[in-house]
């Protein structure tokens, strides 16, 4: 494990030198040549630019959002009001001007620099995060409320010193105004921050997210930069920038995507593991004590003629649960394993001739595995509760197909019982959960002195 997590690191560091080193040589390319210089007079297509890193940022704290929703790692708040406050500040500062048909303001062009700048801080602060808030269900819906009004009050803030604020414009060889230079240099430290910080995370955690925020974050980086080493351009007019911040933002929805499909895998392994211990435990574990329980009854001088018997039909069962248990992980089809176990179930529930049990299968109907297992306990239960509790002397127990469908029926002969009253007992419940997880349906008939009909109709 520490040394596949080895690889994905230094795989991960190879990208990023690569990276580093294209984007590098392409700068310093378009830097040294001003010839190169590739800005075109597209409003257009500038907006749409902007729309995708609006949209992507959206995304992008939506999905961490989820995350954080489920977990409440303080690294993920981080994630998601950064990335809302960069997709809103785009929003409300360069979208909705264009829009609504004005030129874009000195207010709204700085507005949306310092919202960039907020907005990185946080994203580069969160790899550094540590820990989880417990009460975390409202602290999201909190900070997107108090975030927006922040915004407004910055665009107010903003506007009321304009006119000491340095244009964004300029026409090509002009030279950059020391705070527009002093903002543009904030942003690539904080991109180059973000980057460092992430690879560290990677590197220690081997999170796979982490290594898509890097290289997004290595994008970012060269988009500030080339602000700095290119010419100003006309809000009308894209560079090789714009192209990369679209391209970082699709990398950042990638990774959280990823992340977020990894999550539920994980889950669903999770969830996976916890039914095959329940299976072992409900199954192969109360055979084991039995057998230890006998064992120790033969050891302290019981019968053998009695124990011994007793002793190979539970290890026969154990056997028969194993096999049960290695099916929960296995991935093969057919109802050739649930046949035989459930045959053998009946044998042994049937040897002292207190109940007995009518058993056809039809040879046509195919079981997933998880179906296997699932409906083997469902009719362990349906035979325990007309022995143990209805007191049957017949059970009948079918696994065909019925207009097109498969079902399973066990009908018993027994005392019965008014569903209304009585039917929230822990065997019944335990029948409706398996069948719940299978997705099947359920219709339970009884009346008492009539016995009982359980039919479960499987999914298509």
Same mark, same amino acid.
């Given at each position: 494990?520490?040394?596949? #997590?080895?690889?994905?690191? #230094?795989? *991960?560091?190879?990208? #990023? ?8 040589? !392409? ?42 929703? &489920? #977990? ?13 406050? &960069? $997709? ?22 700085? $507005?949306?620099?310092? =919202? ?35 915004? !407004? ?19 090509? +060889? ?19 921050? %973000?980057?460092? +910080? ?7 955690? +081997?999170?796979?997210?982490?290594? *898509?925020?890097?290289? =997004? ?39 959280? *995507? ?24 409900? +199954? ?32 026969? !069962? ?6 049960? &248990?290695?099916? %929960?992980?296995?991935? &093969? ?50 035979? !325990?509760?007309?022995?143990?509790? %209805? ?24 005392? =019965? ?19 719940? $997880? ?23």
């Amino acid at each position: 494990m520490e040394r596949r #997590e080895d690889d994905a690191y #230094e795989n *991960w560091l190879f990208g #990023e030198i690569l990276l580093l080193g294209l984007l590098g040589a !392409a700068l310093g390319l378009f830097a040294m040549h001003s010839s190169l210089h590739s800005a075109y007079e597209l409003p257009h297509l500038r907006l749409v630019l902007q729309t995708v890193v609006a949209l992507a940022g959206g995304l992008v704290a939506l999905l961490t959002g989820a995350r954080f929703s &489920a #977990e409440g790692r303080r690294s993920d708040l981080l994630l998601s009001i950064g990335f809302f406050v &960069a $997709s809103a500040s785009t929003v409300a500062f360069s979208i909705t001007p264009i829009i609504s048909e004005t030129n874009v303001s000195l207010t709204n062009s700085w $507005s949306g620099i310092v =919202g960039r700048l907020f907005a990185w801080t946080l994203i580069a602060a969160a790899p550094f995060a540590k820990g989880r808030i417990e009460s975390h269900r409202r602290v999201l819906g909190n900070w997107i409320v108090f975030l927006s009004v922040s915004l !407004a009050v910055l665009w107010l803030l903003v506007d009321s010193i304009h006119s000491s604020l340095p244009t964004v414009v300029s026409a090509d +060889g002009a030279n950059l105004p020391f705070l527009l230079t002093l903002a543009f240099a904030a942003q690539a430290f904080l991109n180059l921050v %973000a980057v460092v +910080g992430f690879g560290l995370k990677f590197r220690s955690r +081997g999170h796979d997210l982490d290594s *898509w925020l890097a290289y =997004g974050s290595t994008l970012m980086l060269f988009s500030a930069l080339s602000l700095i080493f290119t010419p100003l351009l006309n809000d009308n007019e894209v560079s090789q920038g714009d192209f990369l911040r679209v391209l970082a933002y699709g990398v950042f929805c990638v990774g959280v *995507w990823r992340a977020i499909r990894s999550a539920e895998f994980g889950r669903a392994v999770a969830d996976e593991r916890a039914r095959v211990a329940r299976e072992i435990h409900d +199954g192969l574990a109360q055979y084991l004590f039995a057998i230890s329980t006998q064992a120790t009854m033969l050891a302290q001088g019981g019968s053998r003629e009695e124990l011994v018997p007793q002793i190979k039909e539970a290890a026969a !069962a154990a056997q028969q649960e194993a096999r049960f &248990a290695i099916l %929960a992980l296995s991935s &093969a089809g057919g109802s050739a394993p649930f046949d035989a176990a459930l045959q053998r179930y009946i044998e042994f529930l049937t040897a002292d001739g207190a109940l007995e049990v009518e058993l056809h299968i039809d040879s046509r109907v195919r079981l997933d595995p998880d179906e296997q297992i699932e409906l083997f306990r469902i009719v362990q239960e349906g035979l !325990a509760n007309a022995r143990k509790h %209805a007191g049957a002397e017949h059970v009948a127990v079918r696994l065909g197909m019925r207009d097109g469908r498969r079902c399973v029926m066990i009908v018993d002969d027994g005392t =019965g019982f008014d569903g209304e009253i009585t039917a929230g007992g822990q065997g019944l419940r335990n029948i409706r959960a398996r069948i719940a $997880s299978i997705g099947a349906a359920l219709n339970l008939q009884s009346a008492p002195g009539r016995g009982t009909a359980i039919e479960v109709t499987l999914r298509a």
